[in-house]
């Protein structure tokens, strides 16, 4: 396995202005209070007009802002984040983790979970690890792990009539779902193509024939134009790994 150095710069932290607001007005704070918290417990220089301005979406905070924030709010950051944790990064500052802990737990480097954490490579058994530490859902791991691409593919392998031989691939992308699970899924997507393909050929040749009856093999002219049947929602990439998951953790 390899653990690779160097990483691209982190994206902005997810924050939600609106969820900032409510959990600060809950607490009867003004944000005049807020800030003089942040400078007297994490010697951060946060005048008021920042704070109304991280509320109103005018700016974001930093990392080390959203964090400290979240405490004074006594508050997960996660919950400030609105739902919109994507990345390892995102999930870990979600549940006010630091690097050194998280790698810790993995039994990791500090230098090669700080790798990982940017661009993830571990087995099946630190992913799995990796699942309970920050919480993950089987789609958030996914997702985080930059994996879509990889089970897209093996989805359209699926459903091209090879669904039984993506079972082993798709659980190792995804080792937090059952097999039993992945296997229904995935068994279930390829009946449903097979389904859906079979009530296409079957338009397909309706249309051909009123063509030739129309004696218009163009498919041009009057009484003659034959309409594209359309394919069905399952076809695209984003749908199919929208109804994956809807079977496998149905």
Known sequence: MSRRA????????????????TVRSALGLSPAMVARALADSYAMRVPPALVIAWETGATHPTERELVALARVLWCLPGQLMGGRAATLRDHRLALDLPLEEVARRLRLSLRDYTAMEAHWDGDRTETLDLARVLQLTPRALV????????????????????????????????????????????????????????????????????????????????????????????????????????????
Request: glycine share 12%; charged share 25%.
């Open 6 to 21: 160097g990483h691209a710069p982190a994206s902005p932290v997810p924050f939600d202005p609106a969820a900032a607001r």
């Open 143 to 250: 997702r985080a792990c930059g994996r879509e691409e990889r089970l897209d593919e093996s989805l359209r392998r699926a459903v091209d009539g090879r669904w039984l031989s993506q079972v082993e691939p798709v659980r190792e992308l995804v080792p937090t779902l059952p097999e039993e699970s992945i296997t229904r899924a995935l068994k279930s997507l390829a009946g449903e193509r097979a389904t859906s393909s079979a009530l296409w050929g079957s338009s397909s040749t309706s249309a051909s024939s009123n063509i030739i009856g129309n004696g218009n093999s163009t498919g041009t002219g009057t009484g003659g134009v034959a309409a594209e049947p359309a394919q069905q929602s399952s076809d695209g990439e984003g749908e199919l790994s929208e109804r994956f998951w809807a079977l496998a953790e149905g």
